[in-house]
């Protein structure tokens, strides 16, 4: 089993990368937030490998820290969910955010990367809660998809009028927590003429 590479980056890609040493070119698919680490790199790199050899493929997976391997490692372990989707996974969540989604139990987040059902979503925080120690970034962090949750019912009360009101829910979810941050202790009405005067 190859542990991890070291050399030239040769080709980059949000997808993949192509890494030269010894005069012989490694592809291995990357995450989004490997690919930003290797873009601020110069000269030499290392790369940390995942090894999946198939009848018809040996494939590299490739990854900037330990701790994103590892959750790789414990994606794939998940019954459904296969190299490339735990790839998506980590790509549309940031190790500290995909820890506390799983410990959490915030599914509805999971869903919503591509090809991710509910089931899945609820298998891979089932299997995973216990297996995993969440970085102390990873629990202050308040999951966007169920934000009344970590606020409470004036926080869904309020997102609830701006909704109505017409504004989009990312926006609104985003302007209330600054809000609900600040002054936990916020009025419903106090916090949407906040909201509104920020929008």
């Known amino acids: 089993m190859l542990e991890y590479i070291k050399g030239v980056i040769s080709e980059l890609t949000p997808a993949y990368a192509v890494i030269e040493t010894g005069g012989i070119g490694y592809m291995a698919t990357i995450t989004v937030a490997t690919y930003t680490d290797l873009s601020n790199m110069n000269g030499e790199v290392k790369l940390l490998l995942h090894e999946v050899i198939r009848e018809d ?6 990854f900037s820290s330990a701790r994103e391997r590892e ?3 414990l994606l794939i372990g998940v019954s459904g969910v296969g190299p490339t ?7 549309g969540l940031t190790v500290p955010e995909l820890e506390a989604v799983i410990t959490s139990g915030d599914h509805s987040r999971l869903k919503n990367v591509k090809g991710i059902g509910v089931k899945t979503a609820q298998r891979i925080i089932v299997d ?5 120690k969440p970085s102390a970034e990873a629990l202050s962090i308040k999951t966007e998809s169920d934000p009344a949750a970590a606020y409470g019912e004036v926080f869904e009360e309020a997102l609830a009028a701006m909704l109505a009101l017409g504004f989009p829910k990312p926006q609104s979810v985003k302007v209330l927590r600054r809000i609900f941050d600040a002054d936990p202790a916020v ?9 509104l005067a920020m929008i």
């Not at 493929?57 to 490739?62: E, K, P, T, V, Y």
């Not at 995973?128 to 995993?132: E, P, T, V, Y």
């Not at 009025?187 to 909201?195: F, L, T």
């Open 57 to 62: 493929a040996h494939l590299l997976f490739g």
């Open 85 to 91: 989707t735990a790839v998506l996974i980590l790509s």
């Open 187 to 195: 009025k419903v009405d106090v916090a949407i003429k906040k909201a």
């Open 128 to 132: 995973l809660k216990d297996k995993i």
């Open 71 to 73: 959750l790789f490692r």
